[in-house]
Structure formats: structure tokens, C-alpha cells
């Protein structure tokens, strides 16, 4: 295990449909060969961003695109890897569903709106310009930057992930892979309505969407970290967590709606009696 270091990356990243600095932007990531892994997580994100199925999510309670919403709730969101994450060493860490930001927050937070745009931007601009070389490596070193930049400020990723990651593995985010079981986002309202979306989609995008076995293959993580437990191993929500080659190790927790600030096990216990079991196999896994 690596010693944790900070990831200072507040630059902003410029994106703009403008034709010549579009054209610049690629040609500097146009020498960089992608690896097999990148290569593969690329044809999943693709996938993933051309979801056919977006009415159904709509009709399932996904945030639906609207002048007056958040920009972007037209687009799926395939997650991210680390510009460090080493196939059969990094951590897959798996949420549950995007929240739509609110037009209050977007409008009073430069940091969160600088973020949204990115998002949406690299997105978009990849979706209108189709795969290439360079078209793949932009989008991927877009997402790479911003997803340093947020996830530290999300608190699923507070809450949930950032003690067993930084504390207990001694990793970064940088070296870590992350998926949201649901590709679309709910509504930001509150209450059961958007609990029964969170629900409903989730399921939606297991059964009908690309499937999550195809995301191990391609990044084949010595574990993976769900946060909710009806996610876990041997699951209605995920059928299998094994790739056609490949079987991490497989931890979930109650963690999923962020009602329990214990973060327990299946067997009822606490992050701090579980986690050092769970490096333990993690360990093991890897030969140390």
C-alpha cells in the first residue's frame, strides 16, 4: 500500500465548443496511447453514454432535462478511474445514483457549477464528435481531473469511502475506480418520492443497462466497495460481480441512503470491527 498523498488540482479546465481551442485540446492528448484497461473502461463509459433507455428512466423517476433544472440531466454518467488505478490492485468503489444539483446551489457555488460544466461538457463534446484517439483521451482526462476535484467534497464519498480508502488502505483517490450502480440522476427534492426513484433506478440500470460484469472484466479491481447492502455479493440488485475472467473481492455495507453513521456490515458490526478484516483480505489478495 501506497502512504496517502494530497491531490491538489483546483485548476480550472476550460471547455468551450469553440473549433480551434477543441482542436488544441486534442492534439495535446493525441500522442498518449490509451492502456488495455482505459481502452476497455472507455468502450463500457461509451456504452453507458449512449443509453437507449432513458425514457424508461424518466419514467422511473430520474431527473428529466428542463430549462429550469440542473443542466445535464439528459446525459448517463459512467463514473471514473484514477490516472493511477492499476488493474488487479485498485479499489472499485460503487454509489448508488447521482443527486441533480439544485439551481440555488449552481448559482451560488462557483466550485459546484465549475464541476456540472465539465461534467456535461467533456460529455456532450465527446458524444457530438464519436470516437477517436483523441476524442477518447480528452473525455478521459477531463473526467480524471474533475472527479480529483469533487469526489473529496461529496459526502457519499466523505461519509462512506474516504476512512477505508485514505485510512485503512492507505490509497488515494487517484488509485480508485468509481461507479454508481444508477447511470441517470434523481431529482433533488427530498423525501420518498426520490428514495423510490433511487430504488427503482437502480434496479432499472442492473437489469436493462450495461452490465457491471463487463466494468470488473475491464478494470479488474482486487475488491469492490459497495456502499448499500442490498448491492453486495449474491444480490437481486447486482446478479454477479464476477467478470468472465476476473473475481474481486466483494464488500458492502448499510451505507447506500446514509441512514446508518456506523457504515455496518451484514453482520451488524461497525466500519471500525470490520475494516481491519477487510484489509486483511485485501492484503492477502494482493500477496503482502
Same mark, same amino acid.
Given at each position: 500500500?501506497?502512504?496517502?498523498?494530497?491531490?491538489?488540482?483546483?485548476?480550472?479546465?476550460?471547455?468551450?465548443?469553440?473549433?480551434?481551442?477543441?482542436?488544441?485540446?486534442?492534439?495535446?492528448?493525441?500522442?498518449?496511447?490509451?492502456?488495455?484497461?482505459?481502452?476497455?473502461?472507455?468502450?463500457?463509459?461509451?456504452?453507458?453514454?449512449?443509453?437507449?433507455?432513458?425514457?424508461?428512466?424518466?419514467?422511473?423517476?430520474?431527473?428529466?432535462?428542463?430549462?429550469?433544472?440542473?443542466?445535464?440531466?439528459?446525459?448517463?454518467?459512467?463514473?471514473?478511474?484514477?490516472?493511477?488505478?492499476?488493474?488487479?490492485?485498485?479499489?472499485?468503489?460503487?454509489?448508488?445514483?447521482?443527486?441533480?444539483?439544485?439551481?440555488?446551489?449552481?448559482?451560488?457555488?462557483?466550485?459546484?457549477?465549475?464541476?456540472?460544466?465539465?461534467?456535461?461538457?467533456?460529455?456532450?463534446?465527446?458524444?457530438?464528435?464519436?470516437?477517436?484517439?483523441?476524442?477518447?483521451?480528452?473525455?478521459?482526462?477531463?473526467?480524471?481531473?474533475?472527479?480529483?476535484?469533487?469526489?473529496?467534497?461529496?459526502?457519499?464519498?466523505?461519509?462512506?469511502?474516504?476512512?477505508?480508502?485514505?485510512?485503512?488502505?492507505c490509497m488515494d483517490i487517484a488509485q480508485i475506480a468509481w461507479v454508481n450502480l444508477a447511470k441517470c440522476r434523481v431529482p433533488v427534492d427530498q423525501g420518498t418520492k426520490r428514495r423510490a426513484a433511487q430504488a427503482d433506478l437502480t434496479c432499472?440500470?442492473?437489469?436493462?443497462?450495461?452490465?457491471? /460484469?463487463?466494468?470488473?472484466? @475491464?478494470?479488474?479491481? #482486487? *475488491?469492490?466497495?459497495? $456502499?448499500? =447492502?442490498?448491492?453486495?455479493?449474491?444480490?437481486?440488485?447486482?446478479?454477479?460481480?464476477?467478470?468472465?475472467?476476473w473475481s474481486p473481492l466483494v464488500f458492502s455495507w448499510q451505507g447506500q441512503f446514509g441512514h446508518d453513521r456506523h457504515n455496518t456490515d451484514p453482520k451488524?458490526? /461497525?466500519?471500525?470491527?470490520? @475494516?481491519?478484516?477487510? #484489509? *486483511?483480505?485485501?492484503? $492477502?489478495? =494482493?500477496?503482502?
Amino acid at each position: 500500500a501506497k502512504t496517502p498523498s494530497p491531490i491538489h488540482n483546483d485548476k480550472p479546465i476550460t471547455l468551450t465548443n469553440n473549433a480551434s481551442n477543441h482542436k488544441e485540446y486534442k492534439a495535446s492528448v493525441e500522442n498518449h496511447t490509451n492502456s488495455d484497461f482505459e481502452s476497455k473502461w472507455l468502450d463500457y463509459a461509451w456504452s453507458v453514454l449512449n443509453c437507449s433507455n432513458k425514457q424508461r428512466c424518466y419514467d422511473a423517476g430520474a431527473a428529466k432535462p428542463h430549462p429550469d433544472r440542473n443542466d445535464g440531466n439528459d446525459l448517463c454518467w459512467p463514473g471514473y478511474i484514477g490516472r493511477n488505478y492499476e488493474p488487479g490492485e485498485g479499489i472499485l468503489c460503487v454509489g448508488a445514483v447521482h443527486k441533480e444539483l439544485s439551481l440555488d446551489a449552481l448559482k451560488k457555488d462557483a466550485f459546484i457549477r465549475r464541476n456540472n460544466e465539465d461534467f456535461v461538457n467533456s460529455a456532450r463534446q465527446w458524444l457530438q464528435e464519436g470516437r477517436s484517439p483523441g476524442a477518447d483521451q480528452a473525455y478521459l482526462s477531463t473526467v480524471r481531473k474533475v472527479y480529483e476535484r469533487a469526489l473529496p467534497t461529496w459526502s457519499r464519498y466523505r461519509s462512506h469511502f474516504r476512512m477505508l480508502i485514505e485510512d485503512y488502505l492507505c490509497m488515494d483517490i487517484a488509485q480508485i475506480a468509481w461507479v454508481n450502480l444508477a447511470k441517470c440522476r434523481v431529482p433533488v427534492d427530498q423525501g420518498t418520492k426520490r428514495r423510490a426513484a433511487q430504488a427503482d433506478l437502480t434496479c432499472l440500470c442492473q437489469n436493462e443497462g450495461p452490465a457491471m /460484469s463487463n466494468l470488473i472484466e @475491464a478494470l479488474r479491481p #482486487v *475488491a469492490v466497495l459497495v $456502499a448499500g =447492502l442490498k448491492a453486495g455479493q449474491d444480490s437481486d440488485i447486482v446478479p454477479s460481480w464476477d467478470g468472465p475472467n476476473w473475481s474481486p473481492l466483494v464488500f458492502s455495507w448499510q451505507g447506500q441512503f446514509g441512514h446508518d453513521r456506523h457504515n455496518t456490515d451484514p453482520k451488524r458490526r /461497525s466500519l471500525k470491527e470490520w @475494516a481491519p478484516e477487510m #484489509v *486483511a483480505e485485501i492484503k $492477502a489478495a =494482493l500477496g503482502n
